[in-house]
């Protein structure tokens, strides 16, 4: 009889019980929560970059243009170019050496998510030019 109960008890150590079979799940399930957690973090802060981006590209564009083909000293422009936004503003220079002869050029472009714009570039040039 103690032979039945010496494999009785053998059969039962081969495999995992459930409370095991459930832990090793959750463990499982959990590890696979952080790693979608980690690739969506990632993929969101890419597509943020890739907006900012963009963003600083049309940016310099407009900024290059501004500076030698947009005369005035009060200028205020707004476009699209594809998907994003931008603004242009040329006025007088209002700094520490404020002087008439200086203008101050702003481009600003894309919009983040708290509605402020992504990327905002200034530069100085003589009036009039």
Known sequence: MQRGGTQHRGQRERGFTLPEALVASAIVA????????????????????????????VAQSQMAVAEVAVPGRFVSREGRSGAIAWELR??????????PAVDQIT????????????????TLRVAGT
Not at 90 to 99: K, L
């Open 30 to 57: 959990a590890m696979l929560g952080v790693t979608l957690n980690v690739v969506q973090n990632s993929a969101r802060a890419a597509r943020i970059n890739e907006e900012r981006r963009a963003a600083l590209l």
């Open 90 to 99: 040329i006025e007088p220079y209002r700094g520490t050496f404020a002087s």
């Open 107 to 122: 481009v600003s472009a894309g919009t983040g998510p708290s509605g402020q714009p992504l990327v905002e570039l200034t």
